[in-house]
């Protein structure tokens, strides 16, 4: 997803300094503008399983982070979902659907007892959210809820947890985190899918049919590029343009409902994103030069490719959605075109002198960035080198599923290096007013970075990005059942 991501127009929020908006922000108001996006040891880590439990030691600090930022509002019942950055990003309680979608994945992946009733207690708080909507009753869910109290930079203090006092969701207001994105609710349906399929309860399959149902009726669009849209803002107003991203999550979650329901019109539906997928490849050109082709952003009109920014995501979800040797070169386009390297003498870096990490940006414009310019307004100014560790982990997952020569080294090293910033980045973090385990969870990015999309990352850590770094160890691919 794209588009504004500072607190500017957008409804009951002051214009006073507050937080690093994440890139999940946009359609919480209407008239927004081009589309894109939805919305993070050494050694190289094995699955996790029932005889070994969570894997190596980085392993197991990455699933104690994510234990705590699920139960950091211990007071406050026990429907409740992960919050999804540590305090100091200054999005309070805020629990993102997408994250909370990875969490009940990485959790899953881990394939223990423990973890499997983390994933489950989850997904029936995405079942409540649900049901338990303030405003509709067809099977949405929003961008993002609020998990526990605090006081709002306005002084107004917000006393719930992610059920209010009503008994309705806690749906995140504050920030404008009231839309509806298609892929945020693909994401919510894939993981849902995936917990129907390990506890065979039907529950779970129904709640995952509903967002499927949901997408096909508020998404579906006879536009000339075909696909389904991004979603509805905080008015219900649908928004017109669409997103590789968004269709790629479909080609994931359609295909899983097919699998599970037997039911034809899902396949029919899969065909429809995938087709959409397809249209947006560029095999030839690419802006640096090199070989092997890419996908684009998306569209904003339905009509004409959106050509700049080209995201990371949109380069390593095809492949592990698709599985096709036609597109695999996209991930050789984002190893070599949106490779960085973060480390203490770099402008704007905020990583500590003696360390460095390797890995990928956001976006190719990500690399262009106005250095002397904030990334938004009260935000630091941008890193050209700043490592997505999310899109690190993507990418390394991605390798590994492949498996191409070179292509293990390769994830080794990016693994290798969000391992290195779990023990080194983000120390003396909280979740809940609560002190983190000691080096768990992976920040968000290794210096604050520019995503090209009006909004940035920063070294704060991300149930996401922790999430994405543990299915990466795992070998656990989301997007193909």
Known sequence: ????????????????????????????????GAAALTVAGSGVAGAANSTTGYGTSAQRRAHSFLAAA??????????RLTQSYSDQAGLFSTAFTYDNALAILAHLAARTESGLRRAVALGDALRYAQAHDPVYDDGRLRQAYNVGPYVFYDGVAQPDGFVRA???????????????????????????????????????????????AWIEVNANTQQPLGGYKFGVDGANVKLPFSSTEHNTDLVALFGQLALLTGDPVWRQRRATARAFVEKMWEPDRTPGGVSGGFFYTGTNDGATVNKSPIPE???????????????SGSLDWAATELAVLDRADRVNSTVPAGQSYEGVTFSSVSLLAD??????????????????????????????????????????????????????????????????PER????????????????GYYPYRHAGATAWYLLAAARSNPLRA
């Open 1 to 32: 997803m794209n588009g504004r991501s500072d607190r500017e127009g957008i409804p009951g929020v002051p214009d006073i300094p507050g937080p690093a908006l994440s890139r999940r922000t946009l359609i919480g108001a209407a008239g927004l």
């Open 313 to 327: 995501d949109t380069q390593t979800w095809t492949h592990l959605a698709l599985n096709s040797r036609r597109y």
């Open 440 to 455: 768990a969870g992976v920040v968000s990015a290794s210096s604050p970075l520019d995503t090209g999309f009006g909004f």
């Open 70 to 79: 699920m139960d950091a509002y211990p007071d406050h019942g026990e429907v």
């Open 371 to 436: 250095e002397d310019t904030p990334i938004a307004p009260f935000q630091p100014k941008p890193n050209r080198n700043g490592v997505w560790f999310e899109g690190t982990a993507h990418l390394a997952l991605a390798l590994r599923d492949r498996a191409g020569h070179g292509d293990e080294a390769r994830a080794h090293r990016l693994i290798a290096s969000i391992e290195r910033a779990q023990e080194l980045l983000g120390t003396g973090q909280t979740v809940g007013s609560l002190a983190l």
């Open 166 to 212: 009503d008994g309705t969701a806690n749906v995140g207001t504050q920030f404008g985190f009231t839309g509806t994105a298609v892929g945020d609710m693909a994401w919510a349906g894939i993981a849902l899918a995936a917990l129907a399929r390990r506890t065979g309860k039907r529950r779970f399959l129904d709640a995952a049919v509903r967002i499927g």
